[in-house]
């Protein structure tokens, strides 16, 4: 069995032994927050620079490249001593757009819109205020550009991969019911994207190879409401 298939059976027999457990110190808490993800994708960056290249002699203000993005997180945690099972989901976006003037004067623009929706199970392992969480996630990538002269939107990439997330946060219990965590993370991907038709909407030549893993890492600050 390969890595990617030992990770989702573990964390499914985990689920399953919390699922099953019927110990009263259990707990249930739901969670909302704030995720800041950081990231260099080199494939992606670089059609950024080949389409900002092509375009030099008309572009103004160039596209950024791809480094950050932020959203909400919302998810629910199940503890049990010092053990816990969380499911989280988060919705990362951000925005870039090139703007300059054609030789005829006319207005050039081109923006494009960044989201990915991510959903985590993991198992978090409890040391005093610091815990250490691994997790399985599935991230809805999505790309669109705007259609000129219009506020519609085009996909350019709509697909989704498989990932694994660690991380290690630092929790803070103001009550028996609400607590706040500082948690910062690592995201690796186990499948990649393919962002041929990225390079298409840029209207830019090619790569031999357009697989990206968007490996990002990042902080989630987070509220728990629930009893502890």
């Known amino acids: 069995m390969n890595v990617f298939g030992l990770l989702i059976r573990r964390h499914l027999i985990i689920l399953f032994l919390f699922t099953i457990c019927t110990n009263m110190?259990?707990?249930?808490?739901?969670?909302?927050?704030?995720?800041?993800?950081?990231?260099?994708?080199g494939v992606y960056d670089q059609m950024v620079s080949e389409f900002n290249i092509s375009n030099f002699e008309i572009i103004d203000i160039p596209l950024d490249e791809l480094d950050f993005m932020q959203g909400v997180e919302l998810g629910a945690r199940y503890?049990?001593?010092?053990?816990?099972?969380?499911?989280?989901?988060?919705?990362?976006?951000?925005?870039g757009a090139a703007v300059g003037e054609t030789e005829s004067g006319a207005l050039f623009e081109e923006?494009?819109?960044?989201?990915?929706?991510?959903?985590?199970?993991?198992?978090?392992?409890?040391?005093?205020?610091?815990?250490?969480?691994?997790g399985i996630g599935y991230n809805r990538i999505r790309f669109r550009e705007r259609?000129?002269?219009?506020?519609?939107?085009?996909?350019?990439?709509?697909?989704?991969?498989?990932?694994?997330?660690?991380?290690?946060?630092?929790?803070?219990?103001?009550?028996?019911?609400?607590?706040?965590?500082?948690?910062?993370?690592?995201q690796i991907p186990l499948t990649n994207i393919n962002l041929s038709q990225m390079a298409e909407g840029m209207d830019i030549p090619q790569r031999p190879n357009t697989d990206e893993g968007f490996l990002h890492w990042g902080m989630s600050f987070v509220f728990y409401n629930g009893k502890h």
């Open 25 to 41: 110190s259990s707990q249930v808490q739901i969670k909302i927050g704030y995720n800041l993800g950081f990231m260099s994708p």
């Open 79 to 95: 503890q049990l001593a010092e053990n816990a099972v969380e499911f989280s989901w988060s919705n990362l976006k951000q925005d």
């Open 111 to 134: 923006e494009f819109f960044y989201s990915m929706n991510q959903f985590t199970l993991s198992f978090e392992n409890f040391f005093g205020p610091l815990s250490i969480g691994t």
């Open 147 to 186: 259609i000129a002269g219009s506020d519609h939107k085009r996909d350019l990439i709509n697909d989704s991969q498989w990932t694994a997330k660690i991380s290690v946060a630092y929790n803070i219990i103001s009550s028996r019911s609400v607590s706040f965590a500082i948690k910062p993370y690592i």
